[in-house]
């Protein structure tokens, strides 16, 4: 399923990406969610105000910090990798409350909810953030089964940014 | 001499001064210095914010402090703004300088507690938009660093930023937290992601406080 593109300018025309935009070309806008494997990816409102903060046709802030973000959360995949041979909970927690941030700013629904989740399983509370009398071991695998879920989560939004930008030809 | 001193502080070159000089009296040094109390008794520092259409904010300079001071002309608000994760800071800093242009200037942009604490030993800032969750030192632990002038350094914090209002920026903003910050000393809680209406309306409020104090 494709993602529509808005056409900044006033012709309002529909555009399709088939490769990186040019300065020139229409920055990138969502008009809805719509992936391969359905919705709720990115918050609309969220992402918009931050393509809104590119210059007019030229989308290499948002490209650029969209960028940082995908850099970002590879170092954080790997600290909590360590983190969790180390059986560091409480590391796990602070990087997922590190990594929830910037998610959040890019309205990455699904990462920022599982980086919650994973904030608060390393602080030994349930996915709601309630004290909970769960082991260590348990949360351990709590948190063994969250990152897996994260991970997926994530490729699921840096494709579809690719895609946004033209990086990436979308999966028929 | 009066009459060229009001000329200097009028914000406009229309403005008509009438002299009276019916009673030697009104020549005196007292009259002189009583006008001079009463135009700037009345001009605390104070600001308000207004969307990008309307008249600029300011903060208007005191002029009983700095009677070399001929602009009379606001200024921007100076802002610091604290978060350790580097695409938070590089949105924020974007935002303001988009949509606050008219109102802010950015001043610093500090990675880490222990970083603004040294930062506001050496500049003056009027605003402060902070994150919580931070390594070392915590948006509360910085916040309370800040009231106590303790900036883990051999050098003091500059007196006006230990009372500079300063706004949270997280995603920690349930109410017991919020409450938390406002025991510590901060003005309001912005929460992750931005949004821009509630953040202008935050800085709006924050701002306010200092003409309330004074």
Do not use: W
């Not at chain 1, 970002?72 to 041979?85: E, L, P, V, W």
């Not at chain 2, 050098?155 to 230990?162: F, G, R, T, V, W």
């Not at chain 2, 995603?171 to 409450?179: L, V, Y």
Request: aromatic share 4%; net charge negative; proline share 3%.
């Amino acid at each position: 399923m494709a993602v529509e593109l808005r056409d900044d300018s006033d012709n309002g025309s529909d555009l399709s990406r088939s490769g990186s935009p040019s300065p020139s070309s229409p920055t990138p806008s969502l008009s809805n969610t719509t992936s391969n494997d359905g919705e709720g990816i990115v918050d609309h409102s969220t992402f918009n105000q931050l393509l809104d903060l590119d210059m007019e046709d030229d989308d290499e802030f948002s490209r650029t910090l969209v960028h940082n973000y995908f850099e970002q959360a590879q170092r954080a995949f790997g600290d909590m990798d360590a983190a969790m041979s180390a059986s560091d909970l409480l590391g796990l927690s602070r990087l997922g409350h590190f990594l929830k941030g910037s998610s959040a700013q890019l309205g990455l629904l699904k990462v920022k909810a599982s980086c919650e989740k994973l904030q608060y399983y390393g602080q030994g509370m349930d996915a709601a953030g309630q004290h909970s009398s769960i082991s260590n071991e348990e949360a351990e695998n709590q948190i063994r089964i969250l990152l897996i879920q994260m991970r997926r989560e994530y490729d699921e939004a840096e494709t579809y940014l690719k895609v946004l930008y033209g990086e990436q030809q979308l999966e028929q | 001499m009066l009459c060229s001193l009001i000329r200097k502080m009028c914000t406009t070159s229309t403005t008509s001064l009438l002299q009276d000089t019916s009673s030697l009296q009104k020549t005196t040094s007292a009259y002189f210095n009583s006008a001079i109390n009463t135009m700037t008794a009345s001009s605390p520092i104070h600001s308000t914010i207004s969307p990008p259409s309307s008249p600029a904010m300011s903060i208007e300079s005191d002029f009983e402090d700095n009677e070399e001071t001929t602009t009379t002309q606001p200024r921007k608000i100076k802002v610091m703004i604290i978060d350790d994760n580097s695409v938070n800071l590089t949105i924020l800093s974007r935002l303001l300088n988009k949509h606050f242009a008219d109102t802010i200037q950015l001043t610093s942009v500090q990675n880490s507690g222990l970083a603004a604490l040294d930062q506001l030993t050496k500049d003056e800032v009027d605003l402060i938009l902070m994150d919580i969750d931070m390594p070392v030192l915590s948006g509360v632990e910085t916040t309370t660093a800040i009231r106590n002038n303790d900036s883990h350094s051999e050098h003091s914090i500059l007196e006006q930023n230990m009372n500079v209002p300063i706004i949270a920026v997280t995603t920690s903003d349930a109410e017991e937290q919020r409450e938390l910050y406002r025991q510590v000393g901060m003005a309001d809680c912005v929460s992750k992601p931005i949004a821009i209406p509630k953040l202008r309306m935050a800085i709006e409020e924050a701002m306010k406080t200092i003409s309330t104090n004074g």
